[in-house]
């Protein structure tokens, strides 16, 4: 069996981008890595470079930047990373602010050796940590995705969709197993003002300019109370991310008790807490 991860970057110095951890996080669990370096403003391919590590391909890209709307672009970038895998069984797809805990390294390997000749298996889907403000607070509100699909086979009749958030095949969404491996998602913990250059870089990949200058803050900060719930994190966290831990330069607090919703989202979060099911929720895959 062998397993090849795959993943984009660009301007990953600029907007502080823990790439470097993320890949690191699953090198001993594949056997080679893709990296889709696009055209930086930053030594983002010299970053990638000293990684060293043998298992390591790098693609040079330049973003379409008129594919800017609802951030196909991402999703093209994407392909272009997952194209160029030939002999692999199954694809490790991370994106550049996700990182695996070294944890959850045997149950990935044991699940793709599991569903390796179940053909009817599209992909592997994975639960999420979504960190916000600093690494002890995880979003736990509607707003944030509990599932995504992580590894997929090597099918080029898979695409990445929309936004590269997932995946389809022909159109298709995509029957996947469900495995208990958790993507630690580091996209809100940053300086708040590389969080805030982030969100104006970001937005730019969705929308027009226009667009953009009339619906983002402009500020020299990040502003992380506005945020609806949080909650404490009570797990360690990867490895490799110690470092970025020990950097933490920024304060930020939170009282988990306090919870800005509507009536609606009140309601819905209360049931969710309570029974577990997240009623009307979107997902992309069918579990099998």
């Excluded at 990373?81 to 805990?101: K, N, P, R, S």
Aim: glycine letters at 4%.
């Amino acid at each position: 069996m062998k397993i090849v991860g795959f993943t984009i970057v660009r301007n990953a110095i600029r907007y502080d981008y823990p790439i470097v951890e993320s890949i690191n996080s699953i090198l001993p669990v594949v056997d080679e890595y893709m990296v889709a370096v696009g055209r930086s403003d930053d030594k983002t391919r010299k970053l990638i470079e000293d990684i060293n590590s043998s298992k390591i391909t790098i693609i040079d890209t330049i973003w379409d930047d008129s594919l800017r709307k609802g951030g196909k672009v991402l999703a093209v970038e994407t392909n272009k990373a997952f194209d160029v895998i030939t002999d692999a069984d199954w694809c490790f797809y991370l994106q550049g602010d996700e990182v695996m805990h070294e944890k959850h390294h045997s149950e990935i390997i044991t699940k793709c050796n599991q569903y390796l000749l179940q053909k009817e298996v599209d992909g592997l889907l994975f639960d999420y940590h979504h960190f916000y403000g600093n690494y002890h607070y995880t979003g736990d509100s509607r707003k944030w995705y509990r599932n995504e699909i992580r590894i997929i086979r090597n099918n080029k009749n898979i695409r990445s969709y929309r936004d590269a958030q997932g995946f389809r095949k022909s159109g298709q969404k995509l029957k996947v197993k469900k495995i208990a491996a958790t993507v630690f998602h580091y996209g809100w913990v940053k300086d708040p003002a590389f969080q805030q250059a982030k969100q104006e870089g970001f937005h730019k990949m969705w929308h027009d300019d226009n667009w953009v200058k009339n619906n983002v803050a402009e500020a020299t900060a990040y502003d992380y109370t506005v945020i609806d719930s949080l909650k404490k994190f009570e797990e360690t966290h990867p490895i490799v991310m110690n470092n970025r831990l020990e950097r933490m330069n920024w304060n930020f607090t939170w009282d988990v008790k306090l919870k800005k919703f509507k009536f609606k989202d009140w309601l819905l979060y209360t049931i969710e807490k309570i029974t577990g099911i997240r009623l009307f929720e979107y997902k992309n895959f069918t579990i099998i």
